[in-house]
């Protein structure tokens, strides 16, 4: 058996604790997680603001507008996304696979 | 009757002129009155001949009048959501918000929010400053919705501020800045917009309710359909806890009448005005009768005897 070198032991073992850390760590998978519900949860809150917009009639639309200055940096990214949910299926699969 | 007086009904029944007449009265007696309406279909205008529009006008002594202008009132909010977001948003999609708001501007809904909100304005801002407030409303249907809407807004904002919170905390949650989030909550501007817009609804439905300020009239004819929708309309309204003490039966024939036709009629009115007996006996009941001329500020006086005794 060679020598390994201390120099590539350090670099193995470092590269060991990476993976093991993406592979176990519960934590970054959790807080990525929530990240997701977080988003979600932002463009449901905008569907229920802005539904008019897709055609879904809002008994308050009138009064939405005013926020509109402060959302309307989200409202085309939130459009596009809302627009592309295909399949509550495919959507909520995706929550669990990626 | 109390400090605000709504008068409703079916179309065509004489709100106008039972309103008109009723706030005459009120001026008569030295009340400094002002009449309202909400129906975007103006008819003041028409019984005292003259412009009114959305500003308070002075037809005579004590009494002032307004016609609220739904698109004028939601222009208004709209230019002023126009003007408060230059200072919010980036300049590059100024153009396409704008774009936006001017096609909300125009969408069906938007026109009664507006009535409403002008209505409520009206009320809070002027109550010092009359001795009563009379509205004339438009008929029944648009006024069961207007009435509603604290209720029902109330609830869809409380439903909105609870969404925004969570998904705030959400975020909390995943950033871990936990103290740099609290105070962005605490900052958000959509929730403080959010919030502000919900007192308003507290604070109308409050008013709308409040039996010792609020009075609501219902006028009708001696008529099968006037009588079968302020039945649904009393009963609708008990639901919102907006009750009816007094209508207004207007247009009664003459006692006397000749011919066939006419004698017919009167018969079929007797029937009608037995029901209404029967059916709202526990309301108080001012009868007008049907006059031979159109109804002008010279005849307000006339029909407003009806009236007499009443505070």
């Not at chain 2, 019984?47 to 698109?71: H, M, Q, V």
Request: aromatic share 8%; glycine share 4%; net charge neutral.
């Amino acid at each position: 058996m060679r020598v390994i070198k201390l120099k590539n032991k350090r670099e193995l073992i470092d590269n060991l604790k990476e993976f093991l850390k993406s592979a176990f760590d519960f934590k970054e998978n959790s807080r990525q997680r929530i990240r997701k519900e977080a988003y979600d949860e932002m463009d449901n809150f905008m569907l229920l603001c802005f539904g008019d917009l897709l055609g879904i009639p809002v008994p308050t639309a009138y009064y939405t507008l005013e926020l509109l200055p402060y959302l309307a940096e989200d409202l085309e990214g939130w459009e596009r996304r809302i627009m592309a949910r295909e399949s509550i299926y495919g959507d909520r699969w995706g929550d669990f696979c990626c | 009757m109390n400090k605000l007086v709504f008068f409703g009904g079916k179309g065509g029944v004489g709100k106008t002129t039972a309103s008109s007449a009723y706030a005459y009265h009120c001026t008569e007696k030295g009340e400094k009155t002002l009449l309202v309406s909400t129906d975007p279909a103006h008819s003041l205008c028409d019984i005292f001949e003259r412009k009114i529009g959305s500003r308070i006008t002075e037809i005579k002594e004590n009494l002032y009048a307004f016609e609220i202008d739904p698109e004028e009132e939601s222009k208004k909010y709209i230019n002023n959501i126009k003007k408060n977001m230059k200072d919010v948003v980036s300049p590059i999609i100024v153009k396409e918000i704008e774009r936006q708001l001017d096609a909300a501007a125009v969408s069906p809904g938007s026109d009664e929010s507006a009535v409403f909100d002008k209505l409520m304005e009206i009320i809070i801002d002027y109550q010092k400053d009359y001795d009563r407030i009379i509205i004339d409303t438009a008929p029944t249907g648009h006024t069961l919705r207007l009435l509603s809407l604290p209720e029902l807004l109330g609830g869809w904002m409380d439903k909105l501020i609870e969404k925004r919170k969570k998904a705030m905390e959400l975020y909390e949650m995943a950033t871990r800045e936990d103290k740099k989030m609290e105070s962005i909550i605490k900052k958000d501007p959509v929730l403080s917009k959010l919030n502000e817009r919900k007192r308003k609804m507290e604070k109308a439905r409050e008013i709308l309710t409040d039996g010792d300020l609020v009075s609501f009239v219902f006028v009708l004819n001696p008529e099968k359909l006037p009588i079968d929708e302020t039945k649904k309309a009393v009963t609708t309204l008990g639901k919102y806890n907006i009750h009816i003490k007094e209508l207004i039966i207007n247009r009664i024939l003459p006692i006397k009448t000749e011919g066939k036709f006419w004698e017919n009629r009167k018969k079929l009115e007797d029937k009608y005005m037995k029901e209404i007996e029967d059916v709202f006996s526990n309301k108080r009941l001012i009868k007008i009768p049907l006059i031979d001329e159109d109804v002008k500020m010279e005849n307000l006086k006339h029909i407003s005897k009806y009236f007499e005794g009443m505070n």
